[in-house]
């Protein structure tokens, strides 16, 4: 059974901080990394995408990729009240289909 | 701009009903996902389809059915409810390829059931 961990949280972190999510997967085949964001009663939106090893920025967030440690994590910087959601790390599992993580609580302290 | 619409945002049935869940996307997607989304539990995958009529089991296809009669539709159907179905539903769509490709889902806004 391929899994996706995730620390269920909640992350509490004050306003401007750094917050750090982490993912591991079981499946070293994998080779697509997917970050997705959900609001409380709102369904999941994408936030980045990484396939390679190393890091990928856009803007205030960071993706990490180590697939030899099967470690994904999300950086943000200067995070914001607004950011205050649960992060759902996801796994393409070969196929069509997607592994989805339970995913973290994060909140941000004003 | 991506839209995925599900039918219903909160629905209510008796344990046996039939009930059909829909969903609708705009983009021309080939591919179409049902989950269901449980507290601790994630996504898990029912059923999804890369191609009209095509349909491909997921994790917890049991209990389940769908039909996709139309590119754009994609419905859920549970034959017979019973109170362990009731959940939030999420569809999603996506463009053809596999999910290694890098393959985003957008996402319906979802569907509350519950089964008494």
């Known amino acids: 059974q391929k899994e996706v961990e995730q620390n269920s949280g909640p992350l509490s972190v004050p306003e401007g901080a750094i917050a750090s999510l982490n993912c591991t997967y079981s499946?070293?085949?994998?080779?697509?990394f997917f970050w997705y964001r959900q609001y409380s009663g709102k369904s999941p939106e994408l936030i980045m995408f990484?396939?390679?090893?190393g890091d990928k920025e856009d803007g205030r967030f960071t993706a990490q990729l180590n697939k030899a440690s099967q470690y994904v994590s999300l950086l943000i910087r200067d995070s914001q009240p607004s950011d205050s959601a649960t992060y759902l790390c996801?796994?393409?599992?070969?196929?069509?289909?997607?592994?989805f993580g339970a995913g973290t609580r994060l909140f941000v302290k004003a | 701009d991506v839209k995925v619409t599900q039918s219903s945002r909160y629905l209510v049935k008796r344990t046996g009903e039939k009930v059909f869940l829909e969903c609708v996307q705009d983009?021309?997607?080939?591919?179409m996902f049902w989950y269901r989304q449980d507290p601790g539990l994630g996504l898990r995958l029912i059923y999804f389809?890369?191609?009209?009529?095509?349909?491909e089991k997921g994790d917890i296809p049991e209990g389940y059915s769908v039909s996709r009669e139309k590119k754009e539709r994609f419905s859920l159907i549970l034959e017979s409810a019973s109170t362990n179905q009731t959940s939030m539903y999420l569809c999603?769509?996506?463009?053809?390829?596999?999910?290694?490709?890098?393959?985003?889902?957008?996402f319906g806004p979802g569907t509350r059931l519950t089964v008494l």
């Open positions: 499946d070293r085949g994998s080779q697509s």
């Open positions: 990484i396939y390679s090893n």
């Open positions: 983009m021309d997607h080939e591919n």
């Open positions: 389809s890369y191609d009209v009529k095509m349909k």
């Open positions: 996801a796994v393409g599992a070969g196929g069509f289909k997607t592994i």
């Open positions: 999603a769509s996506s463009f053809a390829g596999t999910a290694n490709v890098g393959n985003t889902q957008y």
